[in-house]
Structures are given as structure tokens and as C-alpha cells.
């Protein structure tokens, strides 16, 4: 008992050390450390999907604890506020074994939807609009963006050209987060799923596999509306549809990364040439590359290319 106990402490101490790393840089380069606070809830959630519920929500409530003295209350809120769900969420999904898409919905869902009740109750509280709270947010930005252009030495053509992309950025600030969540969950719960499979704390049998993602009809549905919507109207109305239809490509992307590595298995392309499309595409023309992709994944409702040109398995040769 003593011995298991000790052997829990120390998973305890090491996963606790490496969620504080980032908040420790953030004390001294907050810039470094905000960046690098994106892999806080790697530990977190492996210890949650590990340990359980109870655990691993005293260990977000302690993080949260050290942050709210190192940084401030309000940070320290906010990161329980979104770092407790989406703990929970990576745990869920690494443990699924029912279609990925669905944890990963909800899990998105469930964190998007708190921060979102946050913000109204910090409105509400201090008596500041959450349209001003997104200005205000936005408005931070741009000041970061004017000062990066005055400071590069850019020509006044190339200070325009960031100007306008940071503008850009401003406007699709939502859909970019909520997309970059999207991916973060999914690859986060693999990674976990991996460690829990090496720790035997996981059976295999029945698991969801990412290779079996795909997306059910009615999101085709949403994906055209939002689509329409973009090209047909203009102003606030384009912005919320554009900042929806970016998570929604997301989902897609993953379903159409899936169908390229079937296909590459497919055709039986070695591991050079499938590095080699890879970075050609990316680095050439990337958003070229993510259209075609996310494409390729809202066609698979029609199309179905894994049943269609299903892999070949050669049977293994008979025991002697």
C-alpha cells in the first residue's frame, strides 16, 4: 500500500513539474511562457484519463492556485475555467470507443461554452459588455501588430500588407482558437492513449481508431450554409460565419488527412514520396493544400474512398 502510494506521489510530482514549466517562464518572459502554456494540458490530462476525476481535478485546482499568485486571480480563473473541461475532454476522448468526432465535438463544445458563460459572468460583475471585452481584446492585438511593423524595418507596402493580416486575425480570432483546439484535443488524447496503452492502464480491444473518422451527413449541411454564407453576405454576419466555418474545415481536414494516408497506404507509396507531396504542398502553397484537403474530406460523404478502394490485407501463411 505503501509502495503504491509513493509510486502515485511520484506520477503526481512529475506530471505537476511539467504543467509549472511554462508558468515558470511566463514569470520572467511572458510572452515565451504564454507560448509555450499550450502544453500545460498535456500532463494534466493524461493524469486525469491515469487517475481519475477527483486527482486530476485537484491537480488543475492547485495550477490554477499557483497561477492566480503568480500571474493574477483573473488568469488564474480563467485557466481552471478552460483547462478543467478541456482536461476532462482529453481524457474522454482517449478513452473513447465510440466515433472520435463525438468527444471531440462535445469536449470542444463544453470548454467554448464555459469561457463563453465566464466572460458574461465577468461582464455582468464588473458591468463591461462582452462586445467591449472582445474589443478590447482585439484592440490589444492590433497595438501588438502596429508595434511589430514599426520595429521590422518593413517598407511601408510590406507595414500595409501585416497591417491588413493582423487585421485579418483580429476578425477570425474565434474560429482560429476553437480550430486550434479542435486539433489540439484530438492530438493530445492520441498521445495520451499511447501512454496509457505502454503503462497497461488501457486495453486496446474496441477503442476508436482516428483512421475510422468520419463525419455524419447533417455537418454537410452546416458546412454549406456557412459557406453560402460567406459568399453571399458581407460585415458581422460574414465574420461569424467565417469564424464557424474554420473549426468546421478543421474537422473535415482531419477526416481528409485520414483519407490521404489510406490512399498513400493504398497505392503503397513509400515513406520518401509521402514526406516529399507532404512538404511540397505545405510549404508551396499551403492554403492550396488545406482547401484540397478539407475538401477531400467532405466529399468522403459521397465518395466514401475507404470502402471504395478498401486496403489490400494479404493473409498470413498457414502455421506449420
Known sequence: MVESRGKDAGLWLRLLGFALI?????????????????????PLGYGMARRGYLEGTTAVAFIALVTSFVIGTGQGLYFILETL?????????????????????????TVALTVLIAVGIYGMITGTPPA????????????????????????????????????????LIVGIWLSTLTLLIIF????????????????????????????????????????LAVVLTDGLVRDIALNGLIPLGAFYGIQGIVIT????????????????????????????????????????????????????????????
Open 188 to 227: 493530445y488524447a492520441l498521445l495520451v492513449r499511447g501512454w496509457l496503452l505502454a503503462a497497461k492502464a488501457l486495453e486496446s480491444g474496441k477503442l476508436a481508431l482516428l483512421t475510422e473518422w468520419s463525419m455524419p451527413f447533417p455537418f454537410v449541411g452546416a458546412f454549406v450554409a456557412l459557406a
Open 85 to 109: 473541461p478541456l482536461t476532462v475532454g482529453i481524457g474522454w476522448v482517449a478513452r473513447s470507443r465510440t466515433p472520435l468526432y463525438r468527444p471531440v465535438v462535445m469536449t470542444m463544445g
Open 132 to 171: 467591449q471585452l472582445y474589443h478590447e481584446t482585439v484592440q490589444q492585438m492590433g497595438l501588438l501588430m502596429d508595434n511589430a511593423t514599426q520595429t521590422t524595418g518593413l517598407d511601408p507596402e510590406q507595414q500595409q500588407q501585416m497591417y491588413w493580416i493582423g487585421k485579418l486575425l483580429q476578425r
Open 261 to 320: 494516408g489510406h490512399l498513400f497506404t493504398r497505392w503503397a507509396l513509400p515513406p520518401f514520396f509521402r514526406i516529399m507531396i507532404l512538404a511540397f504542398g505545405i510549404i508551396s502553397v499551403p492554403l492550396a493544400t488545406m482547401i484540397v484537403v478539407s475538401l477531400g474530406g467532405l466529399f468522403d460523404t459521397w465518395i466514401d474512398f475507404r470502402r471504395r478502394w478498401p486496403l489490400e490485407i494479404t493473409p498470413s501463411p498457414p502455421s506449420t
Open 22 to 42: 511554462p508558468l515558470a517562464i511566463q514569470a520572467y518572459q511572458p510572452i515565451i511562457g504564454g507560448s509555450l502554456g499550450i502544453l500545460t494540458p498535456l
